[in-house]
């Protein structure tokens, strides 16, 4: 378990109905592609986030299939149309099984 994976989100605490929000997620991971040698010459293992997904409101608006060649703590920005006031769930799914989950709630002005 990467023990040092920290989710961070930003998203506003209101919206209009109707309107489009900007969403920020980001997840703090050494994402280690297990392509790298350690002192001893013998191979890291691999240690990625390797799916990120965004439900809003119970509905799935992102999935994203992560590789090794994505950097150091991913970040993703996207839009998404609030329809209702709601939950959104972000969660990280790492290679080790681990899953790292971060909920915010908007509320519709």
């Given at each position: 378990m990467a023990t040092d994976a920290k989710p961070r989100v930003k998203v506003p605490k209101s919206a209009k109905a109707g309107e489009v929000v900007?969403?920020?997620?980001?997840?703090?991971h050494?994402?280690?592609?297990?392509?790298?040698k350690d002192a001893e010459g013998?191979?890291?293992?691999?240690?990625?986030?390797?799916?990120?997904?965004?439900?809003?409101g119970g509905?799935?608006?992102?999935?994203?299939?992560?590789?090794?060649?994505?950097?150091?703590?991913?970040?993703?920005e996207f839009d998404a149309l609030m329809?209702?006031?709601?939950?959104?769930?972000f969660t990280w799914y790492d290679d080790d099984g681990s899953v790292y989950e971060d909920v915010k709630t908007i509320?519709?002005?």
């Open positions: 900007n969403i920020k997620a980001l997840i703090s050494k994402m280690e592609s297990g392509q790298r013998k191979l890291i293992p691999r240690s990625i986030i390797n799916r990120f997904t965004c439900d809003l509905v799935n608006v992102i999935d994203v299939a992560i590789d090794p060649a994505v950097s150091t703590n991913p970040y993703f329809a209702d006031s709601g939950e959104i769930k509320e519709l002005a």
